[in-house]
């Protein structure tokens, strides 16, 4: 591929397995004038791996907005810049936002070089839904504004998905079974991509047993995935109150907005509002149809 001067690319890596790494990305750090990686020590683990010589400078969470000063005006220059994390898509819970956010504001090109993210690799094996999910990241590290911010969550009812740290996996975990319950279902996995991938579904009280059977289960990068909370019996339906609103309201307005109002007017989930109110336009438009 040809590298484009004075443009920003976005490049994945591996999470752990350094045979995941893509051949688009593979060229684009070849070619490009100058690597931002969030630690030049671990990068050039992976560019010794591959041959690649390409110069390096760092950028992490303590020194962002200090370089992206500099690599801005580099990019202006016509110098072409490839943006890596220690492992993964960055600024997926990795530096890179004041980069990237003061690329597109001074009108410098940001491409993205998909690949590799823990994210996406958690969900896709996790058997929770993810046609609807909310990241959360690392949840804060003292005790009280983590479960705070946990309870803020219980009733949400997309798949919850976290990163975190081996030294908190046990007392988050406890925290989760506390907050949303120890019967509810969840996912954690650990090391994806590496030796020592690991990974159980249960529930969350059977999911801090599990983490106790082994020392060696403590270790590592985990991901966890919570099942979202049970949609309560009084919002699973749209009863005929609901259901003639919408009809008055659709005379009027478009789908999505008949379904605004009347989630306001009724406390009804928005989501539910608007697949029968498009349900209804369709009925009507296409009384023969199916």
């Known amino acids: 591929m040809s590298i484009e001067s004075g443009v920003l690319y976005v490049v994945a890596t591996p999470i752990g397995n350094l045979s995941d790494m893509g051949t688009r990305a593979l060229a684009v750090l070849r070619q490009v004038d100058l690597i931002a990686a969030e630690d030049t020590r671990h990068s050039a683990r992976l560019l010794r791996h591959y041959g690649i010589g390409t110069p390096m400078v760092s950028l992490h969470r303590h020194n962002e ?28 819970s990795d530096p890179g936002v004041h980069l990237v956010g003061a690329a597109r504001v001074m009108g ?4 993205p070089i998909p690949g590799p993210s823990a994210l996406t690799a958690a969900l896709s094996v996790s058997g929770l839904p993810a046609d609807r999910f909310v990241f959360e990241g690392f949840l804060p590290t003292k005790p009280a504004a983590r479960q705070r911010r946990l309870q803020a969550l219980a009733h949400d009812t997309r798949t919850l998905v976290f990163f975190e740290a081996p030294h908190r996996i046990a007392e988050t975990m406890t925290d ?27 529930a969350l009280g059977d999911l801090l047993t599990w983490l106790a059977e082994r020392p060696e289960r403590g270790k590592g990068e985990f991901v966890v995935m919570v099942h979202g909370a049970a949609v309560p019996p009084s ?3 749209i009863g005929a109150d609901e ?4 009809r008055v309201l659709l005379e009027e307005l478009p789908p999505a907005r008949a379904a605004s109002i009347a989630a306001r ?17 369709h009925t009507e438009r296409d009384p023969g149809g199916p």
């Not at 410098?108 to 491409?111: I, L, S, T």
């Not at 079974?177 to 579904?201: M, N, P, S």
């Not at 259901?243 to 919408?246: Q, V, W």
């Open 265 to 281: 007017l009724t406390g009804k989930r928005k989501s539910l509002l608007y697949d029968r109110a498009v349900g209804i336009t």
């Open 108 to 111: 410098v090109p940001v491409v």
């Open 65 to 92: 907005r200090q370089a992206t000063a500099r690599l801005v005006e580099r990019l202006r220059r016509g110098d072409s810049v490839a943006l890596v994390s220690d492992a993964g898509t960055p600024l997926v």
């Open 176 to 202: 989760m079974a506390e907050v949303f319950g120890a019967d509810r279902a969840a996912v954690i996995v650990r090391e994806l991509t590496k030796v020592f991938e690991e990974g159980e579904a249960a």
């Open 235 to 237: 919002e699973q339906a």
């Open 243 to 246: 259901d003639r609103l919408l």
